[in-house]
């Protein structure tokens, strides 16, 4: 089994845990918008034997109506290249998955989820700081990987 993870953001990305490897993938952006057929080709590419788990978009405090409406609509297309890879997948709230995956570890925000998913993953080594958010989608993704084999019960 292959479980991939999906931060849909435009700055987010699309992890996909397999043998133990991670495999780390930024969101597809064409001239700054949301390249649909390479989220499709993306996610086609890895369906068989696989799983997805993606965090459920929600407003936050103090964004924008603009940045919200961009945001729900790459969740949006998740969905749907999803659907049309025909990949199981399970919604999951923010608070969820967070409070599972960064219980005990040091820190705050997008570095303690860095940090953990270092830890889980040595293998995943960024070589750009704004690569550190890409953390989201490997957590998502292992969050889905126990999920699947009980341990989150």
């Known amino acids: ?13 699309v992890s996909l845990i397999a043998n133990e490897l991670v495999h780390v993938c930024p969101t597809p952006l064409c ?23 993606i965090e459920r978009a929600q407003a936050m405090p103090g964004q924008g109506t603009v940045s919200m ?3 729900g609509k790459g969740y949006g297309l998740w969905l749907m290249a999803l659907a049309a890879c ?8 923010s608070r969820v998955w967070t409070r599972k995956m960064l219980d005990g ?8 989820a860095y940090l953990v998913a270092r830890r889980l993953f040595p293998n995943w080594d960024p070589k750009l700081k704004k690569e550190h958010e890409y953390a989201d ?9 126990r999920l699947n084999i009980g341990e989150d019960k």
């Open 137 to 145: 989608s490997i957590l998502l993704a292992e969050y889905g990987r």
């Open 1 to 13: 089994m292959r479980y991939i993870g999906i931060d849909p953001g435009k700055s987010g990305s």
């Open 86 to 93: 025909k990949i199981p997948f399970q919604v999951i709230h």
């Open 69 to 71: 409406f961009t945001f």
């Open 31 to 53: 001239e700054k918008e949301y390249d649909v057929a390479k989220m499709y080709e993306m996610l086609d590419d890895i369906k068989n034997d696989s799983f997805c788990i």
């Open 105 to 112: 570890a040091p820190g705050e925000g997008k570095e303690r």
